[in-house]
């Protein structure tokens, strides 16, 4: 018999911002980059990470960009601004930038902004991937 002894004081606490911290994966799906995003956009924290993994994916010549925001549960008006400022960033290198799984909150935020009339977007990956 194995017997396993710990005590509350050796198991590792997060704080809260440590769990919310915008985290990006970086894969490759049929020459296509996707970015899965993970955790909340705001400012001075997920927006400035998005801007350096954008830049260094233009500067390596990277131009066929997808976000995937469904795990993005918040962006406030940095975040929001962020991801235009990408868009412009990608298509002035002759890039496409397109969203995917955009959250309730995120679509209605683009909607009322009119942004979602600037941004392609998809529900299923694979839509995505096939559209460019």
């Not at 017997?3 to 296509?32: C, F, H, Q, W």
């Not at 980059?33 to 001075?44: N, Q, R, S």
């Not at 390596?60 to 795990?71: C, P």
């Not at 412009?88 to 890039?95: F, I, L």
């Amino acid at each position: 018999m194995i017997t396993i002894s710990a005590s509350i004081r050796d198991i590792p606490v997060l704080r809260e911002e440590e769990v919310n911290k915008m985290k990006i994966e970086e894969r490759n799906v049929s020459g296509i980059t996707v970015l899965d995003l993970k955790g909340k956009m705001l400012i001075g924290e997920g927006d400035e990470l998005l801007r350096e993994k954008i830049n260094g994916l233009v500067e390596d010549g990277k131009s066929k960009i997808l976000l995937n925001l469904a795990e993005v549960p918040y962006v406030d008006s940095a975040g929001l601004g962020e991801i235009v400022r990408c868009y412009t960033t990608v298509s002035r290198k002759e890039g496409v930038l397109k969203l995917l799984s955009l959250t309730k909150r995120l679509h209605d935020l683009l909607s009322i902004t009119k942004l979602l009339t600037v941004f392609e977007t998809y529900d299923s990956e694979e839509e995505a991937v096939k559209s460019y």
